[in-house]
């Protein structure tokens, strides 16, 4: 695609609830990151994957946070028994990567997540 | 723990200055330093650098890294109102696999 997808764009969720977040990567990028911007904060990694394994996952805050990446492209941001502090946005990035070359990451639009 | 600090954390300068923002870095395995944009939700990339006193530019953007010292400087030239959003500094560590650590951000506004 032109660009990282994401989807949905906002969600709005109840205290306890399960949701999941997708992220579309450029075709072709390999690595695909997801981060967490919550107001007022700076960006926060929570994890990072190379084809579809998650060699870092030291990120994710909590066991309620978890992500999988099936065929090396789509990644899903899971959060279990959502809790008002998830409130933020959730952004992905992907980027080309072979080894011992660097790429720049690109982001996608992110999703904002709102629990009440 | 990797750190980046960023400064000043707010600037409001009139169209047609020069800014400078800066960005000083602790990491383990430093691979890159980049720099975005961001206006509304997403960061734009702006730079990416690897290597220290090689200057990179865009237009009246320019970035230079001295890996020495720790830091990076951003500077814009003859601002613009478009010019006003948040400057991001990431770095790019390695430890067992990459991530970036952000800094707070430099919120610039151009005023007319």
């Known amino acids: 695609g032109a660009g990282v997808s994401q989807s949905p764009s906002n969600k709005v969720t109840e205290k306890g609830k399960d949701v999941e977040l997708r992220c579309d990567p450029i075709s072709g990028h390999t690595a695909l990151y997801w981060y967490r911007q919550s107001l007022g904060q700076g960006l926060e990694f929570l994890i990072y994957?190379?084809?579809?394994?998650?060699?870092?996952k030291s990120g994710l805050p909590s066991d309620r946070f978890s992500a999988e990446r099936t065929g090396g492209s789509v990644s899903t941001l899971t959060i279990q028994r959502t809790q008002q502090e998830d409130s933020a946005v959730y952004l992905c990035?992907?980027?080309?990567?072979?080894?011992?070359?660097?790429?720049?990451?690109?982001f996608g639009p992110g999703t904002r997540l709102t629990v009440t | 723990e990797d750190k980046v600090v960023q400064s000043p954390l707010s600037l409001v300068v009139h169209e047609g200055d020069t800014v400078t923002l800066n960005c000083s870095y602790e990491?383990?395995?430093?691979?890159?330093l980049l720099w975005y944009k961001q206006e509304k939700k997403a960061p734009t990339f702006l730079f990416m650098l690897t290597s220290s006193g090689i200057e990179k530019k865009s237009g009246r953007l320019s970035s230079i890294l001295d890996k020495k010292e720790l830091f990076s400087i951003l500077n814009i030239t003859a601002t613009q109102t478009g010019d006003s959003a948040i400057y991001l500094c990431a770095v790019e560590g390695w430890r067992g696999g990459s991530r970036l650590t952000f800094g707070e951000g430099t919120q610039l506004t151009v005023n007319p």
């Open positions: 994957f190379q084809g579809n394994s998650a060699p870092d």
């Open positions: 990035a992907s980027s080309r990567r072979l080894a011992g070359t660097i790429y720049e990451q690109y």
């Open positions: 990491v383990t395995n430093f691979r890159s």
